[in-house]
T-cell receptor, first 112, second 112 residues
Framework: ELKVEQNPLFLSMQEGKNYTIYCNYS?????LYWYRQDPGKSLESLFV?????AVKQEGRLMASLDTKARLSTLHITAAVHDLSATYFC????????????FGQGTELSVKP | NAGVTQTPKFQVLKTGQSMTLQCAQDMNHNSMYWYRQDPGMGLRLIYYSASEGTTDKGEVPNGYNVSRLNKREFSLRLESAAPSQTSVYFCASSSDRAYEQYFGPGTRLTVT
């Protein structure tokens, strides 16, 4: 059974600091996704990682994928208040394209 | 483009009542999905449809039925609502090439 685990589940940061969110998954997967969700809102796609060693960056967020370790990281550089949200990673099952399994989510709060 | 739309936005039901959640997308996507989101559990797939006329079960299908009415529309029906179905329901769609899923605004359902 494919399981996806994120840590930490809650993260309180000060503005200007760096931190990393980790996403571990239990079995082989085709693709890994990162989503952002603001309170009471829908999910917004941030990154799609397709292969081992993939790295993508958008502003203060950088995501990477290590398929051998079954690990993805979302690194936050010099956090700002606008990054406060819940971040989800998700993977899809090999040969069952499109059926996403989500992690529990990491609730990030960036304080001045 | 409206993207993915869902109706209603909010709904309160009594135990045993039935209702249908509607979802439509205008992106010409083949695949559509229904998820439920509960606190601390991320999103869980209820049903999905890889193409018009086909549907398949996800992780938590019990108590739900779906209809892929045409390429644009994918509905989720609760035949006899139970308090355990209190949740936020998200519809999503994806194309065969882009992999990433685009989410609707969600329906907040409370069953009393």
């Amino acid at each position: 059974e494919l399981k996806v685990e994120q840590n930490p589940l809650f993260l309180s940061m000060q503005e200007g600091k760096n931190y990393t969110i980790y996403c571990n998954y239990s079995t082989t997967s085709d693709r890994l996704y990162w989503y952002r969700q603001d309170p009471g809102k829908s999910l917004e796609s941030l990154f799609v990682l397709l292969s081992n060693g993939a790295v993508k960056q958008e502003g203060r967020l950088m995501a990477s994928l290590d398929t051998k370790a079954r690990l993805s990281t979302l690194h936050i550089t010099a956090a700002v208040h606008d990054l406060s949200a819940t971040y989800f990673c998700a993977v899809d099952r090999r040969n069952q394209g499109g059926k996403l399994i989500f992690g529990q989510g990491t609730e990030l709060s960036v304080k001045p | 483009n409206a993207g993915v739309t869902q109706t209603p936005k909010f709904q309160v039901l009594k135990t045993g009542q039935s209702m249908t959640l509607q979802c439509a997308q205008d992106m010409n996507h083949n695949s559509m999905y229904w998820y439920r989101q509960d606190p601390g559990m991320g999103l869980r797939l209820i049903y999905y449809s890889a193409s018009e006329g086909t549907t398949d079960k996800g992780e938590v299908p019990n108590g739900y039925n779906v209809s892929r009415l045409n390429k644009r529309e994918f509905s989720l029906r609760l035949e006899s609502a139970a308090p355990s179905q209190t949740s936020v329901y998200f519809c999503a769609s994806s194309s065969d090439r882009a992999y990433e899923q685009y989410f609707g605004p969600g329906t907040r359902l409370t069953v009393t």
